[in-house]
């Protein structure tokens, strides 16, 4: 049997982390619930596992080529692919025990089978948050959703970061008006190009789709409406287009702009980006995209919008909502590449109690617990060292789990009641009573 | 479309909680979490799907009928079943990255396609620590466990419990004395039963089994010892058994004891059970079960010991461990059944803040969402109300989601800087300024 090991090795596409980056990605992970949790957004918890008949009500295309699907038993089973199709089934079921607007958080695993790539995972996190009305849900919620955002992000301390805003009424009224609505996703696939391909190259695509002279200038004229917050909304209601779903749009925005203003996040971090539109064809006003001023490479960390119906595909209640998600495993990952995280708490154990000689020492080892004990009592995690080596090596073991203090015992710290507590960044050594008193004091 | 929609449906075996239970599962997550912390624990998030090779290594008969098993691509996947393949096949991918005695936590979901019945799940939360040592692991470990599984059940304030540990090495090495070792299995199985058939069943079933009528009194002798832990003991030695096994079990055993004593676990909290022997056969050494004194007929709730060799199919080098496991989700069901959760906090939000009369009143609102800042700045977790509804069903919202206290706002409260505060529990209204000295003294 020794012979015929089986190498151990983890999947391709499947985030698996070293003690040291599984506690800075658990430090991110609580933050983020933190603050979805300090607006009052319920947790909830659904099944990794689902009928695949429920789980693929609306999918199609990529989505349904990328999903795990199996059977087992009669069922014909399938992995969940986000945390909005979950909730969506959630909503359905639960409808007449929910209080509405029905906010939740959802911090969880998803899984697509995409093909394998840097900073892509087959098995990443979503964190989500999503604001669910009964038939109608107050447009104060699209304001408060970047709230909620500029918290996240305040707590996360990845640096400056800006949310961009956008409704999706805007676009497909721009398009009605021009009579673009057939060959609106190819228009907007050809905006998206301008920063990379310029202005000229943009309409020159356009006239290549078909598309007037005199169209692909208010076009141009579209995407290149620039300014301040306020100037960019006099702009939009300046264009002349007198489209209801183009004014509807130029409304909301204005009022969530407006109301944004009201949460006092401030105008540096927030701006109206017309370009944005989402892939997902499912949102149908407000849209939010964040980036971090100083890692705009990574493209949009945390996303969103509001929706017209969460649960069309399961139910006939009408069920608005707005949310927004977080792709963790990946802005880990990415930031992870950039060095850009600023660890403070790189172990769980703050403090290492260690015996100056032989564990076996029954009163050593007694008043080792007796401090670990007290240690914990006031909140301060620790770990004895259990093993029998020499005391460089106990050292050496707190070393390399980056604990930041270890608590030494010896006969003279029994007979004096106190314990030698050195501090293994500066390399400082104090003598500390063993009572709660002086531990507080010196962990202060 | 409409017409034909998707029965929403989650599929049976699979726990999925309203928002209030919820709340109340994560409290549960979040103490034994705190509690695994607080003794240095590293935390661990391996994937839930794993190559079946690899998964399936060790294992065998029901596990492997039982297994969620599938093909993507080119791999033959499958998902963990439990939390302590996915360690050794960790430990032994980064040894050389990892620090002995290698301790760590995980919670997460693993997966077993169990026959459904109550109180069993085909998705569930395991809660698992773990210490790994390099060749050797001292002795103290097997005392330190219990002293989590005592701050962790403290902490889950489920009422009086009682910590039961056995080492396996009796149990062998009293079969091995007794030339019982080809059939222990059976023997154990008909000990196991004592309780339900009594002694004279017994001995009846292990005469049929072929034992001799002096081996099956020696059995009985030794199922039957009884008294304080130290009564145990001593009767342990009395035994006359001279297998070599057997007195290392015993002084194991005894070394054990007096461990758990130094760290200060109560008497009244563990005893010495010496029919205990934990079915899985990797246990070598101490094995636990953790009884809830109230809950008796929930069985075991915390369970596991000592193993000579964690991953062995892995590779060559000696692992041994100790380690425990909590089922939360068949324990958190069971509990509710039973009505045992004396639940303090059932909302996430603490304060849900509404406008007196209209949300469109800017007014109103600029002074509600100050005042939501405020509180959350100070910590507490505040909803905005922001639909336009009467002020009743604002109330009746805050009573549905069980927030405990209501900040109404109105146009006195705006111009006089004050909330009325309502304790939604007593009923009482009191008018506080809106500072944070008055909200912090208020909330104390």
Redesign the interface.
């Known amino acids: 049997m020794?012979e015929n090991?089986?190498?151990?090795?983890?999947?391709t596409g499947?985030?698996?982390?070293?003690?040291e980056n599984?506690?800075l990605?658990?430090q991110m992970v609580d933050k983020i619930r933190k603050s979805y949790?300090?607006?009052?957004?319920?947790?909830?918890?659904?099944?990794?596992?689902?009928?695949a008949?429920?789980l693929l009500?609306k999918a199609g295309g990529e989505t349904e080529k990328q999903i795990?699907?199996?059977?087992?038993?009669e069922?014909d089973?399938a992995l969940r692919f986000d945390l909005t199709v979950p909730l969506?089934?959630?909503v359905?079921?639960?409808y007449n025990?929910?209080?509405f607007?029905f906010?939740?958080y959802q911090i969880g695993?998803v899984?697509r089978?995409e093909r394998p790539q840097k900073g892509r995972f087959?098995?990443f996190y979503q964190c989500d948050i999503d604001?669910i009305?009964d038939n109608?849900?107050?447009l104060?919620?699209d304001a408060?959703i970047p709230n909620v955002i500029y918290?996240t992000f305040k707590r996360l301390e990845l640096g400056d970061f800006t949310i961009c805003i956008n409704n999706r009424k805007i676009l497909n009224g721009l398009f009605k008006s021009l009579n673009l609505e057939e060959i609106s996703v190819d228009v907007m696939r050809i905006i998206d190009k301008i920063e990379k391909i310029g202005k000229e190259q943009v309409v020159q695509e356009l006239l290549k789709l078909g598309v007037t002279s005199r169209t692909a200038e208010k076009i141009i004229e579209f995407i290149q409406i620039d300014g301040t917050t306020d100037e960019k909304i006099q702009a939009l209601e300046q264009m002349n287009i007198t489209d209801e779903l183009y004014i509807t749009g130029v409304n909301e925005l204005k009022e969530v702009i407006k109301?944004i203003r009201?949460?006092?996040i401030p105008d540096q971090n927030f701006k109206i980006d017309l370009t944005i539109a989402r892939g997902l064809d499912y949102y149908t006003g407000t849209v939010y995209e964040t980036f971090l001023n100083e890692y705009k490479q990574l493209g949009s960390v945390c996303s969103g919008g509001r929706y017209d119906n969460l649960?069309?595909?399961?139910?006939?209640k009408k069920l608005p909502g707005v949310g927004i998600s977080i792709g963790l495993s990946r802005l880990f990952y990415q930031l992870s590449e950039l060095n850009a995280f600023n660890q403070k708490e790189k172990?769980?154990?703050k403090v290492?109690v260690v015996a100056m000689d032989d564990?076996e020492e029954?009163q050593t080892?007694?008043k080792a617990?007796?401090v670990a004990?007290l240690l914990?009592n006031n909140g301060i995690?620790?770990?004895?060292y259990?093993?029998?080596k020499k005391i460089k090596a106990k050292f050496k073991?707190a070393d390399?789990?980056k604990?930041p203090y270890v608590a030494v015992i010896g006969e003279n710290e029994v007979n004096n009641n106190k314990i030698t507590l050195k501090n293994m960044s500066t390399g400082e050594q104090e003598e500390i009573e063993i009572n709660n008193e002086a531990l507080k004091k010196y962990f202060e």
């Open positions: 020794k090991k089986i190498e151990p090795r983890t999947l499947f985030m698996e982390l070293l003690p599984q506690i990605f658990n949790e300090e607006f009052g957004f319920l947790p909830l918890d659904t099944p990794v596992i689902e009928l008949e429920v009500a795990y699907r199996f059977n087992k038993g069922n089973l969506a089934k959630y359905a079921i639960n025990d929910l209080a607007p906010r939740r695993k899984y089978g087959r098995e604001i009305g109608e849900l107050n104060l919620n408060e918290n109301n009201l949460f006092g649960a069309e595909f399961y139910t006939d172990s769980i154990a290492l564990n029954q080892m007694s617990i007796e004990t914990r995690s620790t770990q004895i259990t093993e029998n073991y390399k789990l604990i």
